[in-house]
């Protein structure tokens, strides 16, 4: 008996953890995966006073029909080139000033929020104050 109800724990806890592993990482783009929803807190900003920025990937390309495009890019000669399957690396590799741009390439500050911001400004969706996007 006491045995058997063990063996019933041990199994529970392996479904469960299973489920929350396929919760945590279930968009499995041509491009790798991704989870399907994370915190933005990038190293970058070491001397950063926001809160991380709760981010839903999955909802965003799913849900909400976007394109990989309207936030991934690869540019040559100025046109964004990128495809579904290419490597998609974060935005600080390209955006690699926190606060100041560089020529056309805006600092991480200004990469994200002109992504994120002025589409929800531009959508009159999604977070568009402050503290909807930074609660602290
Ligand atoms: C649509 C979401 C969104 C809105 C609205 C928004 N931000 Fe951000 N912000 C971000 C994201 C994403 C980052 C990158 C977060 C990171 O890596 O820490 C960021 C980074 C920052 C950073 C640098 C990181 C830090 O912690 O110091 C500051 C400062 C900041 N935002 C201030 C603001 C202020 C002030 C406003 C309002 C005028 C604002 N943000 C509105 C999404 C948003
Ligand atoms: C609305 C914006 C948005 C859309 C649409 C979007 N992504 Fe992303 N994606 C992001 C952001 C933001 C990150 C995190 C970047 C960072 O941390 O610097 C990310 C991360 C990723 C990562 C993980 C990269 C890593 O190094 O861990 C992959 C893979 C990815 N996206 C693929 C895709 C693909 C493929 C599509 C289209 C099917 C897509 N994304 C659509 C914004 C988006
Ligand atoms: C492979 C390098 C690279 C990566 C990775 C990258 N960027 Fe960029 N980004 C650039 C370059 C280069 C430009 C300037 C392009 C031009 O105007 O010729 C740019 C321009 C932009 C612009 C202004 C043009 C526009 O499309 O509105 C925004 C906003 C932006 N990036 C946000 C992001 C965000 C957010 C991420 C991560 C999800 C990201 N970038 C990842 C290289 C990169
Ligand atoms: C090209 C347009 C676009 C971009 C870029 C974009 N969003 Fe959104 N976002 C939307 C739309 C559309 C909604 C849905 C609003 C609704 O239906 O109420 C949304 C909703 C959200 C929500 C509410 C939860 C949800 O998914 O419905 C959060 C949080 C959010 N966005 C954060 C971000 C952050 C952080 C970034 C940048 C890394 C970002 N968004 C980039 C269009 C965009």
Redesign the pocket.
């Known amino acids: 008996m006491k045995k058997c109800s063990i063996a019933v724990l041990v199994a529970l806890a392996f479904a469960v953890a299973a489920l929350m592993g396929t919760a945590a990482i279930a ?1 499995d ?7 399907d929803s ?1 915190k ?1 807190k ?1 190293p970058l900003f070491k001397d950063s006073k926001k809160s991380a920025v709760e ?1 839903t ?1 999955l909802k ?2 799913v849900d ?1 029909k ?7 890019h690869v540019f040559k000669d100025g046109k964004n080139v990128f495809k ?10 390209c955006h690699t000033s926190p606060k100041k741009n560089q020529g056309k390439v805006l600092s991480l500050y200004n990469a ?1 929020h002109k ?2 911001r002025d ?1 929800h400004k531009a959508a009159k969706k999604g977070p568009q104050k402050c503290n909807e996007c930074h609660p602290k």
């Open positions: 968009q783009t041509k491009s790798g995966k991704v989870a994370f933005i990038d981010f990937h965003h390309s909400h976007l394109a990989c495009t309207e936030c991934h579904d399957g290419d490597k998609v690396q974060k935005c600080s590799a994200f992504n994120c589409c």
